[in-house]
């Protein structure tokens, strides 16, 4: 049998991943053009992984885990194959749109100041904002630019403001459990003991910058592109506005969703308003 059923199956696979883990990120995923969807699943995938080893593996040596990951990731990339079919569809987009250790790197930085770093001041709330998530929206960038150094370069800080706005409004939402199952606190000089609806609103004012800047960049992006990442643009900016609507108590005591109703309704809207920016 030909190498080309495992590469289906390993692409197949972290597509699986994505859906399990997340319905609304998938749904952006779902409205790319086929030339990126494999791609973006295959990141998401990737980084998933990571995320569950510093998340949820407790118990287990996750320092080692992780290391070990990231061995095998750079080892896979460079080999072109890994038996572990994460990886292995990870380092087709990789290798094919041009993911470098440069983007890679800081990821894995941040997902080892997971394992060590249970408080944040500015400068590490940034360096890990950096690696965690904004350098994972310019993974996706790399993938939507298919090579163009040019469009890349003019998209990268928006790209930045996006993964940034996500990452952010996830730390709102999950405070709770960050807080009692982590035992971490990502915003930094706010008391989470006393944490009120003025400390709530600072923080979201700032995510509110981000959320503009990253549109100017979602309006430029490519056809095959804009619309699956406007969907995930609109459905955080509807969950920041849910938590602006919920008071800094609830919010310590509850995870704030969208239901899946509201997806459905938010899909629409989205498909209606990107058809206006293309116009």
Request: proline share 2%; net charge positive; glycine share 6%.
């Amino acid at each position: 049998m030909s190498i080309q059923l495992f590469d289906k199956t390993s692409k197949e696979i972290s597509k699986r991943i994505s859906l399990n883990y997340s319905t609304s990120f998938s749904l952006g995923i779902k409205l790319l053009s086929k030339d990126f969807r494999w791609a973006v699943f295959a990141t998401y995938g990737f980084v998933r992984l990571a995320d569950e080893i510093v998340d949820t593996f407790h118990g287990y040596n996750k320092a080692r885990m992780l290391s070990d990951f990231k061995f095998q990731t750079y080892q896979a990339i460079e080999e072109g194959i890994s038996i572990n079919p994460v990886l292995h569809a990870f380092q087709m987009a990789a290798n094919q749109f041009g993911i470098g250790r440069d983007l890679i790197e800081p990821f894995f930085q941040s997902m080892e100041q997971d394992l060590k770093k249970s408080t944040h001041d500015i400068s590490s709330y940034n360096e890990y904002i950096y690696g965690s998530a904004e350098v994972v929206g310019l993974m996706c960038l790399r993938i939507f630019c298919k090579g163009n150094e040019q469009e890349y370069l003019k998209l990268l800080p928006a790209a930045r403001s996006l993964g940034a706005a996500f990452q952010k409004v996830n730390f709102l939402r999950d405070i709770k459990s960050d807080i009692e199952e982590r035992g971490r606190v990502y915003f930094p000089g706010v008391n989470f003991e006393y944490f009120t609806d003025e400390d709530k609103m600072t923080i979201i004012e700032d995510v509110k910058l981000d959320f503009e800047k990253a549109l100017i960049g979602i309006k430029q992006l490519p056809l095959g592109c804009r619309l699956g990442v406007y969907t995930a643009y609109i459905y955080y900016l509807k969950l920041l506005e849910k938590i602006e609507r919920t008071t800094a108590t609830e919010i310590m005591n509850k995870r704030i969703r969208i239901r899946n109703s509201q997806k459905i309704v938010l899909l629409a809207e989205s498909y209606v308003r990107e058809k206006w920016m293309s116009a």
